[in-house]
């Protein structure tokens, strides 16, 4: 993950204008138009070798994976954290289940944290130790139709002692605005 893209441009913009030459090296830069990338974008793809018959996997563990829908790491210092959501319930109501997880170390996994079930959400404001959850969520009328596109935001926070330290044990979810 590119964690200075700034810093990466400051970079490359130094570097470019401390090299006089490249005026004279214009001519040996192929147009872009005539990339390999390019052409392939817009060539049909034709087989080139062998087809290769694959077997669906019997795995337990798949199907679970084939339900996540999100993955969304953060980027908060010392956070080996990531947020994933998975597809379930109705689709049309808060089908999406959003869970907070941390590494724990190879042996042990992931602890995982359930946020709630929502129609959309997306991760904004981070610091350390916490971020902000904005989603939309539906929830059923009083006449027993649905009501969509309720806009909810949630502050989630854990107790961060830097990149060592371990996972939480638990974690904090408070309705904000």
């Given at each position: 993950m590119l964690r200075h893209p700034l810093?990466?441009?400051a970079i490359a913009g130094t570097v470019t204008a401390c090299d006089s030459g490249v005026e004279t090296r214009k001519?040996?830069?192929?147009n872009a138009g005539?990339?390999?990338v390019a052409a392939s974008?817009?060539?049909?793809?034709?087989?080139s070798g062998p087809a290769q018959?694959?077997?669906?996997?019997?795995d337990d563990y798949l199907q679970s994976a084939a339900s996540v829908v999100a993955v969304t790491p953060l980027t908060a210092p010392g956070a080996d954290a990531k947020?994933?959501?998975l597809a379930g319930g109705d689709p049309a109501l808060n089908g999406d289940?959003?869970?907070l997880a941390f590494f724990i170390d190879p042996s042990e996994g992931w602890r995982v944290f359930p946020l709630g079930d929502f129609e959309r959400w997306s991760v904004g404001e981070q610091g350390p130790g916490r971020f902000v959850l904005e989603t939309t969520q539906g929830r059923m009328g009083d006449n027993g139709d649905m009501i969509n596109g309720e806009v909810?935001?949630?502050i989630v926070t854990w107790e961060s002692g830097g990149p060592d330290a371990p996972a939480p044990s638990t974690i904090t979810v408070t309705p904000a605005t």
């Open positions: 810093l990466l441009l001519a040996d830069v192929p005539t990339s390999t974008a817009t060539t049909p793809a034709t087989a018959a694959v077997q669906a996997q019997t947020l994933f959501g289940h959003a869970y909810k935001r949630f």
